[in-house]
């Protein structure tokens, strides 16, 4: 999680255990199977003078549908847990799929979903497969993209590299 305010603290290491997970139980609303920490979306925390928690996120993507939901889930989250806390939006840099944990490279194999593949052929997350192709740009969530496995002729989604 990235930089440090002047006017504000980073958490003690028993406090951002505990923050943490808290937020590892809070599901991507597109891709429950992934926390948004395995998203990486939670670029920093923050305890402002007073006491407020302040939660950097980072959208996935421009006009990502998700990102509000992300945000109040978030903060209901810490609500729940006795925080008050702040959701600041963190736009730069931006956010990439790079920052996917390896836990939810490999959540999203188990769950089905091909992880990003960089410049490489991407996986059948079935059979392993790198022969596979593209057959729409567009999965069931706008950072997704159909792909159909040669080998085992399975469609899977593709977590697109962003």
Known sequence: MGERALDASTPSPALLARLQGILAQVPDPEIPVLSVLDLGVIRHLRVQPGGRLEVGIAPTYSGCPASAVIKADVLRALAG?????????????PWSSDWLSA????????????????????????????????????????????????????????????
Do not use: M, Q
Request: hydrophobic content about 35%.
């Open 81 to 93: 847990a006795g925080f008050d806390a702040v959701a600041v939006d963190v736009l730069a840099p």
């Open 103 to 162: 836990e939810g490279r490999r959540k999203l194999a188990a769950f089905g979903i091909a992880p990003p593949a960089g410049r490489g052929p991407a996986a059948c997350p079935r059979c392993g497969s790198t022969r596979t192709s593209r057959v729409s740009e567009f999965g069931s969530t706008p950072c997704k993209a159909l792909y159909r496995c040669e080998a085992c002729l399975e469609p899977f989604d593709y977590f697109k590299c962003i």
